[in-house]
């Protein structure tokens, strides 16, 4: 599974044409694209903050499968009218959602894949703010660099690379400065932490509801972790987790074999756990994603005595008092 974080089919087409697998487990999704611009996430997710104390509550999640599952997954220019217009019809109660999507054949599958992209990303966490915590409904994930540390990215997903054998690029790059601080897009657990041929020093970590694999890859030599971070870790979403390198295409550890500074970011989506490793691990651009979160980048301070970097704001996302309650609760009994 290490190497295919960067060396895995595409997934760009769904075997046999079909999006879903039946297995003993039950049926479970396959294949995912995820072409959703960041400006139709925005009007979605404009529109959910919005309404979020109002009687019909829109669901930025279900806007973007309506939209999806109406043109095939595709997003243009006019996605953001026609989800802003869908939205108007909701809050004036004109129809609702079950309506609207009742002879859709594929809004169940857009709505479970974009789902699985997109729910731990917002709800409410609370902000210390005057030495109290106030409550907040809103986006909660964040960009993976740090704020005020530049970076520059295209849209790079599926591009060709060599190392090892010839394979698709199934990240994001997002090249920047050594030691850039890396921060955790979303609340989750440490599921792999150290070296990989292919990677070098990386950080793999996973959302709590295991939807989500979030991948850290070539970061700095020497110092690549936050010193406390360690498997099984819990970190919340704007935590330091690492620091912006080029490590990594060599079976040597610690060296430095990437020609740019950078940071690979990959997101992959799991349905059921054979997909986690192995030939059927779904690989979603996130190019679009990324320019989305980057109105969400977590603050940093240095610490002169440690050369650690930490955020500067801390947050309480209910997901991970969750996470660790249900910790608790499992060794008791």
């Not at 050369?307 to 008791?332: G, H």
């Amino acid at each position: 599974q290490e190497q295919r974080n960067e060396a895995a089919d595409t997934g760009l087409t769904a075997e046999n044409g079909e999006a879903i697998e039946v297995s003993a487990t039950g049926n479970y999704i396959k294949w995912v694209e995820f072409h959703a611009t960041c400006e139709a996430l925005a009007a979605a997710y404009d529109l959910d903050v919005a309404t979020c104390k109002e009687k019909i509550h829109l669901n930025w999640i279900e806007l973007l499968a309506y939209a999806g599952a109406k043109h095939g997954g595709k997003f243009d220019r006019n996605s953001v009218r026609e989800i802003e217009t869908v939205a108007e019809k909701l809050r004036d109660g004109e129809t609702t959602m079950d309506q609207l999507t009742k002879d859709m054949e594929y809004y169940e599958y857009y709505l479970e894949a974009y789902s699985a992209v997109l729910s731990g990303m917002v709800g409410e966490f609370s902000l210390e703010e005057d030495g109290q915590w106030k409550r907040y409904y809103g986006l909660k994930a964040f960009s993976p660099v740090a704020k005020g540390f530049d970076y520059s990215h295209y849209d790079d997903f599926g591009s060709s690379r060599s190392y090892g054998y010839s394979r698709p690029h199934l990240g994001h790059d997002m090249m920047g400065q050594i030691g850039t601080p890396i921060i955790a897009v979303e609340s989750g657990y440490v599921e792999c932490l150290g070296w990989n041929r292919y990677g070098g020093w990386r950080i793999g970590i996973r959302s709590f509801d295991k939807k989500r694999y979030y991948y850290y890859a070539h970061l700095r030599q020497n110092f690549p972790y936050s010193k406390s971070l360690k498997e099984g870790s819990t970190v919340t979403a704007g935590d330091v987790i690492g620091y912006m390198g080029h490590t990594g295409y060599s079976d040597k550890e610690n060296t430095n074999n990437i020609d740019i500074i950078h940071l690979h970011f990959g997101l992959q989506l799991i349905f059921d756990e054979s997909q986690k490793d192995g030939n059927n691990e779904i690989w979603i651009s996130c190019y679009e994603l990324t320019r989305f979160l980057s109105q969400n980048r977590s603050e940093t301070v240095k610490d002169a005595s440690t050369k650690e970097w930490r955020r500067l704001q801390e947050i309480i996302d209910p997901a991970v008092k969750n996470y660790e309650s249900s910790l608790k609760d499992a060794k008791q009994t």
